[in-house]
């Protein structure tokens, strides 16, 4: 067994486990933040999405790394 292969799974693993972690903070920081000022539900629900979507991009890197070091 080649210890790519281990690498590749750390990797996307530790990735994934980042972006869950990030995107869980974020979403629960909104949720907090609404309760607080419901009259500024939009503006932070646009900033939560905006944060989520390059949380997410991060793990996404990896993903694509680890199919480069594939090859």
Sequence with gaps: ???????IGLAIGFAA???????GKIVAQAIES?????EAHGKIFN??????????????YALVLSFMMLK
């Design 1 to 7: 067994m080649e210890l790519k292969f281990v690498g």
């Design 17 to 23: 486990i980042g972006a869950g972690l990030g995107i």
């Design 34 to 38: 609404t309760g607080r000022n419901p």
């Design 47 to 60: 900033m939560m999405i905006l944060g989520a979507a390059l949380t997410e991009a991060l793990a996404i």
